[in-house]
């Protein structure tokens, strides 16, 4: 398998490889205790270079870091508001999300952009906070199926990456993950194939070079989201410009996870 590398003065650096599980709305409090138990049991090792991470919802992110504490599992939160605090009745802040013991954080899911008005300037000012409190940004980028058929997948995804990643230093990149998720993917069974998403990771490897330079984008992880399953997702992992994945649906279920995670 292809895999991209860095060379610095600690020798050769692989990318490391994160799959992400997003719940969206799903899970009480009782069952997702019951999946972090159940996932911790599965995954007390893992292989070689590559990461896990689950995304419940807020409600229940603190009992879940209870649970996974000290093993090989993060967690991860859905969204946060832009502000450090304030009167913004509903929201939830970077401080409070590390507070439940949240390592990462997905910024500008396209359910969020689509449905609650998220825009690349907003995904911007949230991928500011959460790297001022220290969170690991997921940021979402992805086209729609209108855009793909417009022929405008490589001018939304070049304004999203730029947009999103506006005033980040070569610094704050050392802990990005983009997710690209085309949004014709997203719970439709239609998953993009490997070659339409390495098609798409490449290019975004391609804009991050330009900007930050390669030593950047060749340690960056670019990971796929859109109907991954255990089915597809060693094809979408062989190709070199995927170095994960953010699984929606089949996050859900402990067996299906774990199948994805061990690839
Ligand atoms: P599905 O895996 O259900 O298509 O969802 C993908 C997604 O939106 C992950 O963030």
Redesign the pocket.
Known sequence: MIRRFRIDEGGVHMIRTLIAG?WKMYKTIPEAVDFAERLKEELSTLPEGRDVAIAPTFTALHAVSGIIGGSLIKLCAQNLHEAAEGAFTGEISAAMICDAGCSHVIIG?SERRTLFGETDASVNRKMQSALAAGLKPIMCIGETLEQRECGETFSVIERQVKAGLHDLGAGDMAVVTIAY?PVW???TGKTATPEQAQEIHAFVRGIVTAVYGSDVAATLPIIY????NPGNISAIMAQPDVNGA?????SLDVDKFVKIVRY
């Open positions: 997003n899911h998720e993917a997203i719970g989201g859109g109907s991954v953010l699984v929606g649906g089949a």
